[in-house]
């Protein structure tokens, strides 16, 4: 029998997934392709199938300069993206991804859903047009609220090259040319890409002609039912898991499991909330429970995250998620049941001392309850966690903030998510309340 170490390797890898990016071609009538548009006045009418060259140049001619996100800005950079783009409310169409059909290939692929599967819908966002040399530099795209978790890029059948939109994730690379794939196929047909909010994707230059694109964002549609989504590969780490806990000299007085999450997702800064508390009557015992986003993030997990949990809830053991703070500069981690505001001018002091002192951790023990991880510092910890898989590296979100020892000082911080499974005792493993 391999050892406990082994094992929990071993479970560690079952977490691979599917490719998180999915694409194709679509056969499309000429009719789907019929393209109404215009910001004021006129409405002109255009069928990216048969469009000429220079009907196309009046659409691009048409569009605003292609804008993207950036720190919760939307930002105009012609170094980083060139491209038209018209808004959705001044362009209309008759191709539609439900009729298409394109909904539940998305949600078979994606959550690989051999039973249940998650009902997600399409929002319409912006149609894309990229004439000769225009591109969009590699990118993650800015989920638009808390249940999007990805992105559908249509691009019609108009004659071009170049302009292939590339994605990467995890060292892994996938390119999907829509000029070649649309004209080898004998039917008129668009292509199709899905992919989650933070694979990383760009648009390479066109060579040649012009590639119009209608852009979609993906939501879960209602978090009740999301909690069905089946991840068809589970198998392998379900056994795993059972055969885990099934063995009396694994973690036979109990434990915690810790798991880096493999996806980003988006979470709001969170303040200190027992302010009110601590103004009339002083600083309240501050104690460890998850916050609300991290409660309603469970709900929202893609990919393995989200098997991952299903695979706890069905062995009936305890899931938590938590953000881990590391402070680079004590090498130590302390568990946060919030991202914290740390611009959040209250709470301000720490046992008599302005603001946040020299050290974080420290800081956010007492302001948030957070819990320090097992570590090389020497620190105490509170809290002993297996862990079992780290995030990715991008994933690390860094954090900025003033440090105020003797003097202010810039200073930062990451972050990550993390999934924590409690595992009661040998032969009371199940720490789920019914
Ligand atoms: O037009 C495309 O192919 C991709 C557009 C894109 O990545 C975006 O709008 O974020
Ligand atoms: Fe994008």
Redesign the pocket.
């Known amino acids: 029998m391999p050892s406990i170490e082994a094992r929990l390797k071993t479970l560690g890898s079952y977490l691979v997934e599917r490719p998180p990016v999915f694409f194709g071609t679509l056969p499309v009538s000429p009719d789907k392709c019929e393209l109404f548009y215009g910001k004021q006045g006129a409405v002109r009418r255009l069928n990216l199938a048969t469009a000429s060259q220079d009907e196309l140049k009046v659409l691009s001619d048409s569009c605003d300069k ?1 804008t ?2 950036l720190a919760q800005e939307d930002v105009h950079d012609e170094s980083y ?1 060139k ?1 038209g ?1 018209l808004d959705n409310a001044d362009f209309a169409m008759h191709f539609n991804v439900v009729e298409a059909g394109l909904l539940e290939v998305i949600s078979d692929e994606l959550f690989e859903g051999k039973k249940k599967k998650a009902p997600i819908c399409a929002e319409l ?2 149609l ?1 047009v ?1 004439g000769e040399g225009s591109f ?1 530099k590699p ?1 993650l ?2 989920p638009r609220g808390k249940t999007m978790f990805g ?1 559908l ?1 249509i ?1 019609f059948p108009t004659k071009h090259e170049g ?1 292939v ?1 590339t994605f990467r994730h995890e060292g892994k690379e996938w390119s ?1 040319d ?1 000029g070649k794939l649309c004209a080898e196929k004998e039917e008129l047909s668009a292509v199709y ?1 899905a992919f989650y909010s933070d694979v990383e ?3 390479l230059p066109v060579r040649k002609g012009y ?1 119009v ?1 209608v ?1 979609y964002n993906l939501y879960f549609e209602s978090p009740k039912q999301v909690g069905n989504r089946i991840h068809a590969d589970g198998s392998a780490l379900r056994a795993a898991f059972a055969d885990l806990i099934e063995d009396t000299t694994f973690m036979s007085n109990g434990g915690c499991l810790g798991f880096g999450l493999r996806h980003q997702y988006p979470l709001n800064k969170s303040q200190y909330i027992a302010r009110d508390h601590e103004r009339r009557w002083g600083r309240p015992e501050v104690k460890y429970v998850p916050g609300p986003e991290l409660r309603a993030l469970e709900q929202y997990l893609k990919g393995g995250d989200a098997l991952l949990k299903q695979v706890c809830d069905e062995l009936k053991l305890k899931t938590s998620l938590g953000i881990v703070y590391r402070d680079p500069n004590e090498q130590v981690e302390v568990l946060c049941p919030q991202v914290v505001d740390l611009d959040d001018p209250e709470p301000r002091t720490l046992e008599g001392e302005d603001c946040i002192h020299d050290s974080l951790i420290h800081w956010l023990c007492y302001w948030y309850g957070g819990k320090v991880l097992p570590n090389r510092d020497g620190w105490d910890s509170e809290m002993e966690v297996e862990w079992v898989t780290d995030s990715p590296k991008v994933n690390a979100v860094r954090q900025k903030y003033m440090a105020y020892g003797n003097e202010p000082q810039k200073a930062y911080t990451y972050f990550r998510i993390c999934l924590f499974v409690t595992v009661g005792p040998e032969g009371l493993r199940e720490t789920l309340d019914d």
């Open positions: 292609a993207f996100g993206r491209a783009k966002y912006k894309n990229y969009f990118h795209d800015t992105s890029v691009t302009g939109l999907v829509s890409a994707h760009e648009v590639r694109t852009t």
